[in-house]
Each structure stands twice: as structure tokens, then as C-alpha cells.
């Protein structure tokens, strides 16, 4: 395994802390040059053969039963490939010596073990809410590997990054202002930076597209005075280290994005020549690499993006700047599995349903926006062995009482019968961790795998399926009470 990332984390990085702590970092990079493709085609086949011996090792090992119909799986080794494949992408495009920070979007997957995980791999968390930097503490992420960028940031959220040293992205006037009042009443080790919009534009689905005109992320960049608003920002703050964009996710072209690198970059090199010193020694990239839903297949590859970067702006790459990152599904979607007993196999108008444990408690976005989101199922059966068969076109629904419940419409599959399973795949990002709670229905459990040497699969759990006292208590158990002795407007 390639473990030449520069940075930060645990046991992956020889050189801990060294972007944070502003220190030299030499001696990188034997990557350098060299193309470090992880995801061929026989890496897609592997994790393919992996995910099948575990769904059939969960049925086996019963964390799948008819009373426990529903399991989140997450493939430990495809993970710690991702991470691998992601930091000799950027070792191999950067000059030796840069310091390179991938920070892991939180929201993407909000499980403490799997932030562990990450870090153990060299992987640092960017957090955007008080729940997430929790989390991402609560993993052992450093505060020098931590970045928090959010649009809604409090004072007292401020105050807390502050005093851990966390890097701070403000995203508007206003929050400059807090910090300004917060830097005035103590010193802070927090790398401190602007996020700003460059307005490059959107891509297919609008409610990911964080580039637009009108975005509400960040300083809209060709907004009228903006750029010089955020030049003498930086020039009046000699504090203000780094800059900040994201322009995108899932559905933005990647030549999109490398463009608001591209004006991010030219931005970074305005302010230091006003300056006339390198203020300016840290530049985030964001996250946003698009993942293929279509097939497994991992397209595009962190390599493929960091090679584009390279040519589009070849002046990030050559060691005057730092580098942070902030990709959140491209690292996690394609190792999450979803599987589902199929409670029920019936048939309506003439299609198959199979009425299924998985729906929009688990797989929200797919549910309420099929259209942008469609996931692929695979059908095991009632032994959790790929199922074989003719296709037939069928709908795969869920348990909640709606009829738009539905994880797939007219998918065609092996005929799923009543005791089979569906599995939604590529679900490891922004799916079962993401429970919405219609119908009151539980978080299902959350298990890591890995191949245990002897042929079979290990399981460890991630997160416990949720019991129904968590889920009473949550709507107010407690609280009983509450309403009916309130004394009633009227009565005595
Ligand atoms: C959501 C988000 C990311 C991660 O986006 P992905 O598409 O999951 O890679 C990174 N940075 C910021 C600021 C975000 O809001």
C-alpha cells in the first residue's frame, strides 16, 4: 500500500500534523510521476466478489433474520482502498514536500468507527455542524486534522474551533466579523480562511450544486464588488491563511469543478501579490467527485480528477501551497451495501412488487427524487446467494405507507420471491446512515466486513439496530403526559 501521504492522521502518517503545524515536511512523494490507478477493473470485480460473500455471511450468521430485516453493510477493505487510492493520487501530482490534508466530508457517513477507520488511514474530517466535530472527536480526529466549513456557523461554535485550533473557512462578511471580535479577545492556532463561490455554475441536479449564481455558499466571487471585498479582506488580516471553495457534487462535471479550482487558484495568487509574501499558503479544494450509480465501476478515479487538476492549474501542484480536500461519497459510497428481506413477493397491474424492508427510511433521496438518484438492486436469495433467474421487470418497495415508497421502479431482476433479499447498492454514502424516521421505523443495525482469512467473512458492528424504547423515547415517552396536564383552556 502506497503510504507516502504527507499528512496528518494516524498510523498512515509518518509525518502527523505537518500542514496543521505550518512545519517543514520533506522527503514525500515516491509517487510522483507515476500514475496509481486503484480502480480497475478487477478491483470493481474483487469488490463485487466481497460484497456477495458478505451479504450471504449476514444471513448466515443470522444479523439478518426475519426479525431483523434490514442491515447496513460496509466493505472495511474496499474503504481503506478508497483512502489509499485517494492520497497516492494527490502524492503523485504534488511536489514532494507539499503538505495534502484529505479531510472526510462527515456528512456523508456520520458513524464514529468509520471516521476511526478513515483516520487510521491518513484521513482527516471536515465538519459542519456541532454534532459532526462531536463525531469527528469523538473518533480521535485531531484538531489539526479537523476542518470546520458551514454556512450557519454560532459564536459559541466559533469560540469552541477556535480554542481547539480547528480551521475555520468563514463564509460571509458577517462571520468575518465574529472572528475578528473572537481574534481581538484571544490567539488561535486555527488556520483561518474565506469561502468563496466561484459562480462557475451548476450541474445536473440543482439542490447539489453549490456553484451557481445564486448559491448560498460562501462570497459570490462575480458578484459586483465581491473580489475586491475579499482582497482587501485579506489584505486588512494577515491571519486569513487559506481560501475556500466547493464547487459541487454528484452530477457536476468534473471540468466544472476544476475550473472553480482554476479561479480559486488565481484568487489565492492576487491576494499574495498584493501582499507581496505567500499569505495565502493553503488552498481547499473541496470534495464533490461525482460516483457512478451505473455499474461498479468506480468512474471517475481520484487520479483521473488529480491528473486533470494538474494540467488545469499547475501552479497548485508545485509546493508553494498546501492542499486540503473535502470529499465525502466518492470515499464511502461504493463499500456500503443495503440489504433487505423481501417480506413479501406480490404482484399489481401486472407487475411484480416486491414489498421489501429497505424504503425511504433508508434511502430518502432515492425515494422522494428517483430520478436523479436511482440506485441499482441486486437479488439474493432467501440464503443470501446471488440469485439466478430470467429477468423480470419488477418494483422493489419499501415498508412505509406511502405509495411512492419505492427503493426501485421497473428494475429488471431475477424475480424476487417472499423471503429473498434486495440489495441497494452503492448505499455507503448518504443512505443508512442518513435515516429519516417516517412510520417510526428503526435504524437498522450497521456491520463492517472484512474477508476473516479462513474463506469466510468477520463482521463487527458499527451501529446497533435501533430498540424501540430509543425510539419511544425519542418521540417523548418521557413526556407522556406533558399535554393533557397542561390545566385545558375552559376547564377548571
Ligand atoms: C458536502 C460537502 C463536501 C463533500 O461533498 P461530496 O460530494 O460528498 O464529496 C465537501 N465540502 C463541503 C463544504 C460540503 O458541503
New binding site residues.
Given amino acids: 500500500m502506497n503510504r507516502t501521504s504527507q499528512y496528518v492522521g494516524g498510523s498512515a502518517s509518518p509525518r502527523r500534523g505537518c500542514l496543521a503545524g505550518r512545519t517543514r515536511c520533506t522527503g514525500t512523494g515516491d509517487g510522483r510521476g507515476r500514475t496509481v490507478d486503484h480502480d480497475s477493473d478487477g478491483e470493481a470485480r474483487e469488490r463485487a466478489a466481497r460484497r456477495d460473500e458478505a451479504v450471504r455471511a449476514a444471513v448466515e450468521q443470522g444479523l439478518l433474520n426475519p426479525a431483523a430485516p434490514l442491515v447496513g453493510l460496509l466493505d472495511v477493505t474496499g474503504i481503506r482502498r478508497a483512502a489509499a487510492g485517494l492520497r497516492a493520487a494527490f502524492d503523485a501530482v504534488t511536489a514532494p514536500g507539499t503538505p495534502v490534508l484529505h479531510?472526510f466530508?462527515v456528512?456523508?457517513t456520520p458513524l464514529v468507527p468509520v471516521l476511526r477507520l478513515l483516520h487510521d488511514e491518513g484521513i482527516g474530517a471536515?465538519v459542519?455542524s456541532p454534532g459532526e466535530l462531536a463525531l469527528a472527536r469523538a473518533a480521535g480526529v485531531p484538531a489539526t486534522a479537523t476542518v470546520l466549513?458551514?454556512p450557519a456557523k454560532t459564536p459559541a461554535e466559533l469560540r469552541e474551533a477556535l480554542a481547539l485550533g480547528i480551521a475555520v473557512?468563514a463564509d460571509n462578511p458577517q462571520e468575518l466579523d465574529r472572528l475578528d471580535a473572537l481574534m481581538r479577545s484571544a490567539p488561535s492556532r486555527s488556520p483561518l480562511g474565506v469561502?468563496v463561490n466561484p459562480q462557475v455554475g451548476g450541474g445536473s441536479i440543482e439542490a447539489?450544486s453549490?456553484a451557481t449564481a445564486t448559491s448560498k455558499?460562501g462570497v459570490a466571487l462575480r458578484d459586483e464588488g465581491a473580489r475586491d471585498w475579499v482582497l482587501r479582506a485579506y489584505a486588512e488580516r494577515p491571519w486569513l491563511t487559506r481560501l475556500?471553495a466547493?464547487t459541487?457534487?454528484?452530477g457536476v462535471p468534473l471540468a466544472l469543478m476544476a475550473q472553480g479550482v482554476v479561479e480559486t487558484y488565481a484568487l489565492a495568487e492576487e491576494i499574495n501579490r498584493r501582499a507581496g509574501h505567500r499569505q495565502v499558503d493553503t488552498i481547499d479544494i473541496?470534495?464533490?467527485?461525482?460516483?457512478n450509480f451505473a455499474s461498479d465501476a468506480t468512474a471517475p478515479t481520484y487520479a483521473q480528477y488529480a491528473r486533470l487538476l494538474r494540467e488545469a492549474v499547475p501552479g497548485l501542484f508545485d509546493g508553494r501551497y498546501g492542499l486540503v480536500t473535502?470529499?465525502?461519497?466518492?470515499?464511502l459510497a461504493k463499500h456500503g451495501t443495503t440489504v433487505a428481506r423481501v417480506e413479501y413477493a406480490k404482484s399489481a397491474g401486472g407487475r411484480p412488487v416486491a414489498v421489501t424492508h429497505a424504503g425511504v427510511q433508508v434511502a430518502t433521496r432515492t425515494v422522494y427524487a428517483p430520478g436523479a438518484w436511482p440506485l441499482r438492486i441486486a437479488a439474493y436469495d432467501a440464503k443470501g446467494r446471488p440469485k439466478q433467474g430470467p429477468a423480470v421487470v419488477q418494483d422493489v418497495a419499501g415498508p412505509a405507507c406511502f405509495a411512492g415508497d419505492l427503493l426501485a421502479r421497473e428494475q429488471a431482476l431475477p424475480l424476487l420471491e417472499q423471503g429473498d433479499h434486495a440489495a441497494a447498492l452503492d448505499t455507503g454514502?448518504?443512505y443508512f446512515a442518513h435515516h429519516y424516521a417516517y412510520n417510526s421505523l428503526a435504524r437498522p443495525g450497521v456491520y463492517g466486513f472484512v474477508p476473516d482469512g479462513r474463506g469466510g467473512v468477520a463482521f463487527a458492528v458499527v451501529r446497533e439496530p435501533q430498540p424501540l424504547a430509543e425510539i419511544v423515547a425519542e418521540a417523548g415517552g418521557a413526556q407522556a403526559g406533558a399535554l393533557t396536564t397542561l390545566p385545558a383552556a375552559g376547564r377548571g
Fill in positions: 479531510a466530508a456528512k456523508a471536515e459542519a466549513d458551514s473557512h469561502r447539489l453549490t455558499f475556500h466547493h459541487g457534487s454528484q473541496g470534495g464533490g467527485l461525482p460516483v473535502e470529499f465525502g461519497r466518492s470515499l454514502a448518504y
